[in-house]
């Protein structure tokens, strides 16, 4: 991760002619009815970890309307669906990250926290692996609500903090493409689905185009996109996966265009981006529109047919900012990714962070009480009714009983609303 983030009304139309209503007329002849029908109704991180900070004291309650948004941002207006991104925030790599969900709805009025998030250890090759009983808590929340998201970040190489030298790293890369570290990833996959998780969302090798991961991907470009296919493909190769690969540089250049490192179609279901408020004094229109920015990885993901992620995102340069987060949010709502998951500690957070209450203020309105998916009831679209090849047989008396219509012209029975028909029993009645 950059930066000081953790290590590792019906309309009724109404027919006339029909049986049985009768509207008198007083005409010469005697009474007169007008003949109706019935009216009918027209025709979706790392061992050692952060530090556990202390939750910062609960807002008081504010309202869940979204706060605006420039026009850029807002979501378009849509009357058939209008869906939201699901989402989540890291809160610790372990079991407190897991009851710390729980919590983070609380004080979100309850809001669908759907996506759980955590990394793996990249200190050496066991915990990669996935070590024994290090997952249990978060496939046990997983396997809670069949709508729950499991979103794992996984090195591709060990002693990934160590600062390892660009000369070790090619040769290291050039090793994994040769499947040099295959077993790992296969002890990986069968774990995971051991544990009952095959759909995992794996966030391999994050943040490829910068310098702080052994896993970079600039020392060898050609080497980092073919091993990164070899792990993809050992990992699929287990039977029951059903593993979704998220390819997520950090926003901007960094040291090489992350485009430079995209390993292809076949291998990338998600193109995801930790994008954090930085670096300092830059605006966050500067955040869309800057090479390799949030517009380009819109633009790239639409080309490659892909969902966006945001694995990583939060404050961080530029302190308290409410804008960033307001805009943020916005632009999440508009662009509708798979999820997105806020790193919630110092001093990127809102919750379990107090150092900012503009901001938190911001997100906890927003989400407040959010479900993932509102799917309005679209209206009906009128269809034109097939012309039949016959008239259909009447199920009731064309005219009332004893009722003789008489045919006055279209425009006069338009103007009467109806067929005007003549009892001829009204003398019956006054007898």
């Not at 943020?328 to 790193?343: F, I, Q, S, V």
């Not at 097939?386 to 199920?395: D, G, L, Q, S």
Request: proline share 11%; aromatic share 10%; net charge positive.
């Amino acid at each position: 991760m950059a930066g000081s983030r953790p290590r590792w009304a019906n309309r009724r139309r109404i027919s006339l002619i029909s049986a049985g209503v009768l509207i008198p007329l007083v005409v010469a002849s005697g009474p007169v009815s007008i003949e109706r029908a019935d009216a009918s109704p027209r025709n979706v991180p790392s061992p050692s970890g952060p530090a556990d900070p202390p939750p910062s004291p609960a807002a008081s309650p504010t309202s869940s309307r979204s706060p605006s948004a420039s026009a850029s941002e807002s979501p378009a207006a849509d009357d058939t669906e209008r869906t939201f991104s699901a989402f989540g925030a890291y809160l610790d790599y372990g079991p407190r990250g897991v009851t710390r969900m729980t919590k983070l709805s609380d004080w979100l009025g309850g809001a669908d926290v759907r996506v759980g998030h955590t990394y793996l250890p990249g200190d050496r090759w066991s915990n990669i692996e996935g070590a024994p009983t290090f997952l249990d808590s978060w496939a046990k929340w997983r396997r809670a609500s069949d709508d729950r998201l499991f979103v794992l970040n996984v090195p591709m190489l060990d002693r990934n903090e160590a600062r390892v030298p660009d000369a070790e790293v090619r040769t290291l890369l050039r090793r994994g493409a040769a499947g040099d570290f295959d077993a790992h990833f296969k002890v990986l996959a069968e774990r995971l689905v051991d544990l009952k998780v095959p759909d995992t969302v794996v966030v391999l090798g994050w943040e490829m185009n910068g310098i702080t991961y052994t896993h970079r991907c600039g020392p060898d470009p050609a080497a980092w996109k073919k091993y990164w296919k070899r792990i993809v493909t050992t990992m699929r190769s287990v039977p029951g996966q059903k593993f979704r690969f998220d390819f997520t540089p950090s926003r901007g250049r960094d040291a090489v265009p992350w485009t430079d490192c995209y390993p292809g179609d076949d291998v990338v279901d998600i193109v995801g981006m930790d994008a954090y408020d930085q670096p300092e004094g830059r605006s966050f229109d500067e955040q869309v529109s800057e090479p390799y920015g949030l517009q380009k990885q819109v633009d790239f993901a639409k080309e490659h047919g892909k969902p966006l992620s945001y694995p990583e995102w939060g404050l961080f340069r530029n302190g308290d900012n409410p804008e960033y987060m307001r805009r943020m949010l916005a632009w999440m709502d508009k662009h509708k990714p798979l999820y997105n998951t806020l790193t919630d500690y110092c001093p990127h957070g809102v919750w379990q962070c107090d150092e900012n209450p503009k901001a938190s203020k911001v997100y906890r309105a927003t989400l407040n009480g959010r479900d993932t998916v509102i799917v309005p009831t679209p209206p009906a679209t009128p269809t034109k009714p097939a012309t039949p090849t016959k008239p259909p047989k009447p199920t009731a008396p064309a005219h009332p009983p004893k009722c003789h219509p008489i045919r006055l012209g279209d425009w006069v029975e338009r103007w009467l609303g109806g067929t005007v028909c003549v009892r001829f029993d009204w003398w019956e009645r006054s007898s």
